[in-house]
């Protein structure tokens, strides 16, 4: 029924490039807000970017701003998170969610995907 489907994680090299993809199936994507989290091993999970159901401008953490850029493809029902400069750091497991509004707070968010992984390694 109501899925989001993140794709495009793998193994990438510093200063490389990844694609994320977040389809969602069972309700309408472009009704809600879009956030992208990520979690590394003993670490809390923690909010990358997100942007608004209206448009695709939005907020970034300060460790990926300028790197990371999250658009949608309302066509597609599909979110997507570009990934540039990769670094070391960035290596989690990523998220995509939906909200009614942005917001930081997990707890906000309605609809999850199960993750995928992202390792940046020389």
């Known amino acids: 029924q109501v899925q989001l489907v993140e794709s495009g994680g793998g193994l990438v090299q510093p200063g490389g490039s990844l694609r994320l993809s977040c389809v969602a199936s069972?309700?309408?994507?472009?009704?809600?807000?879009i956030g992208w989290f990520r979690q590394a091993p003993g670490k809390e999970r923690e909010g990358v970017g997100c942007i608004s159901h209206s448009d695709s401008s939005g907020y970034y953490a300060d460790s990926v701003k300028g790197r990371f850029t999250i658009s949608r493809d309302n066509s597609k029902n599909t979110v997507y998170l570009q990934m540039n400069s990769l670094e070391p750091e960035d290596t989690a497991v990523y998220y995509c969610?939906?909200?009614?509004?942005?917001?930081?707070?997990?707890?906000?968010?309605?609809?999850w995907g199960r993750g995928t992984q992202v390792t940046v390694s020389s």
């Open positions: 969610a939906t909200a009614l509004y942005i917001s930081w707070s997990p707890t906000d968010y309605i609809y």
């Open positions: 069972g309700f309408t994507l472009d009704d809600y807000a």
